[in-house]
């Protein structure tokens, strides 16, 4: 049974840093693209970034250069620093995985998702 639980989300101020966590069990996380998403009150579900198998990341333009992706393979789980908040980051965060060979932002290509978990920033 493959299970994907995140960590770590919380409320912090504007300039801010969390880092999240997903641990991952049943699926092995350097075989598969594994990304975050997040999704804002009244918006869609957006990827944040992926780490694909080969170790390639990639990241959305509002992210970029704030946020960091990354993997623990020996603790088979997936990280998401994410430094230098601004109030547009506040989101509920998923972590997901998908193919051992096709990656991208794209909800549609994820299996697996874990429940996610909140991160509020104020100004």
């Known amino acids: 049974q493959v299970q994907l639980v995140e960590s770590g989300g919380g409320s912090v101020q504007a300039g801010g840093s969390v880092r999240l966590s997903c641990v991952v069990s049943?699926?092995?996380?350097?075989?598969?693209?594994m990304a975050w998403f997040r999704q804002a009150p009244g918006k869609e579900r957006e990827g944040v970034a992926y780490v694909s198998s080969g170790g390639t990341t990639r990241y959305t333009d509002a992210v970029r250069g704030r946020f960091t992706i990354s993997r623990d393979n020996v603790e088979n789980s997936l990280y998401l620093h994410m430094n230098n908040l601004t109030p547009e980051d506040t989101a509920i965060y998923y972590c997901?995985?998908?193919?051992?060979?096709?990656?991208?932002?794209?909800?549609?290509?994820?299996?697996?998702w874990g429940q996610g978990t909140q991160v509020t920033v104020s100004s």
């Open positions: 049943g699926y092995t996380v350097s075989d598969r693209c």
């Open positions: 997901a995985a998908g193919s051992p060979s096709l990656c991208a932002l794209r909800s549609d290509l994820f299996n697996f």
